[in-house]
């Protein structure tokens, strides 16, 4: 049977992304931010999960308004990551595990979870912007970037269009989620991943919107009182936390992912200009796996 | 009315991206959309009004683009997801973009944050 191991929660700004690849991570602006994923690589590190279960969103780069899906699985056995305009990210491809993805796509419909299923669609950043600071990538003996650490299935969450998916039903989608992995025959250890967040705004005159109290509300709550978080609207979302903020009822699927008992290993945040940039890790207590 | 919306008209400055704009506004979000593909940045650095024209874009939509109204374009309906590969091809950064949106320039906006070199 396979087991979820832990969640993590973490942010997916591009510019994570940029830094990265360009080799600015230790730079006094960006340490902070940096720094606070290590203990998570490392916690990944030690406990070598096969799958990485990503909540993700993707920002109209491979797929449009004219087809937009509120929920969509990816069962490739591999996938590119998306040119979104300024080129490739120099990374590998990120590889996925489709009979996971099968067997969750089989339980998820039955469990009345009618998802979209896509193949071939090059993953956005909203999954691999934090990837390489969470798994950095295998390097081959001549030096060469070539895969990663374990295989990416990646469920993709309609964040942009309203009407969005509830919070209660990310919530709910991350419980039937908890119970198709359950249920897959094979021994595998999984790690979910939530992606977005915390509080910002990016359109409108209310741009450069933050709350970090409310941020720290959110994560208070997100480990104790999920169930309070699932009950809130999206205008309450978006009242407290910013328009493009909302994004976090995807950290909820995550939650919702977990058991009851999960101890936080860790959390960072760091708000640097626009966006409330955090990490998070939760582990599953051995006993209710 | 979304029932998850009820009061986000009181939040100001706010234009949450509904069927009813993405319905309206369609064409133009396609066109930003589309550059994310070289040939369709080539083409309008090329040549801006056939670039228009084969989007389908009105007269009004021509004109927000040309100007580079930011705030115009949002509040006409541009996703800002699609409006900010626009930006790419102009070289623009996502800060100078928040920037123009909030009424500031660029130095001003940075004052009023936390971090100002993350960038």
């Not at chain 1, 249920?183 to 991943?193: E, I, M, R, Y």
């Not at chain 2, 100078?96 to 940075?110: I, Q, T, W």
Request: proline share 6%; with cysteine.
């Amino acid at each position: 049977m396979a087991t979820i191991i832990g969640g993590i929660g973490s942010s997916h700004v591009p510019t994570i992304g940029l830094i990265h690849d360009k080799g600015r991570q230790h730079e006094p602006a960006w340490a902070p931010l940096f720094e606070g994923y290590k203990p998570v690589a490392r916690w990944l590190e030690e406990k070598k999960p096969d799958v990485l279960l990503f909540f993700y969103n993707d920002h109209a780069n491979s797929i449009f308004f004219d087809f937009y899906p509120t929920f969509a699985l990816g069962v490739s056995p591999s996938f590119e990551l998306a040119d979104e305009g300024a080129g490739s990210r120099p990374l590998p491809p990120i590889r996925g595990h489709s009979e996971l993805a099968i067997h969750l796509a089989e339980q998820l419909v039955n469990d009345e979870f009618d998802l979209t299923i896509f193949q071939d669609r090059p993953l956005d950043h909203g999954c691999h912007s934090p990837l390489p600071l969470l798994w950095p990538p295998t390097v081959a003996a001549d030096g060469v970037q070539d895969g990663w650490p374990g295989a990416v299935v990646p469920i993709q969450v309609n964040v942009l269009q309203y009407p969005m998916p509830t919070a209660a039903r990310c919530w709910k989608l991350g419980q039937a989620v908890r119970r198709a992995v359950q249920s897959f025959p094979g021994d595998l250890k999984v790690v979910v991943v939530g992606t977005g967040g915390l509080s910002h705004q990016i359109h409108g005159e209310r741009t450069g919107f933050n709350n970090t109290e409310w941020d720290m509300q959110f994560l208070e709550l997100l480990e104790h009182d999920p169930e309070r978080l699932a009950a809130m609207r999206h205008v309450d979302y978006v009242r407290l936390g910013g328009a493009e903020g909302a994004e976090v009822v995807m950290w909820l699927a995550m939650r919702g992912a977990l058991g009851e008992r999960i101890r936080k290993l860790h959390q960072n945040y760091y708000l640097a200009t626009t966006t409330a940039m955090a990490v998070v890790l939760f582990e599953e207590s051995e006993a209710q796996r | 009315m979304n029932p998850q919306l009820e009061g986000i008209e009181h939040i100001a400055g706010t234009y949450p991206f509904d069927l009813r704009t993405s319905i309206r506004a369609l064409r133009i979000n396609r066109f930003f959309w589309n550059l994310a593909r070289k040939e369709h940045r080539d083409e309008l650095v090329a040549d801006p009004d056939q670039a228009f024209r084969r989007a389908g874009l009105s007269d009004a939509e021509c004109a927000l683009v040309r100007a580079r109204d930011w705030l115009g374009l949002i509040r006409y309906g541009v996703n800002f997801f699609v409006l900010e590969k626009y930006a790419r091809v102009l070289r623009v950064s996502n800060l100078e973009v928040y920037a123009a949106m909030r009424g500031e320039s660029l130095d001003d906006f940075l004052k009023t944050r936390r971090v100002p070199d993350a960038r």
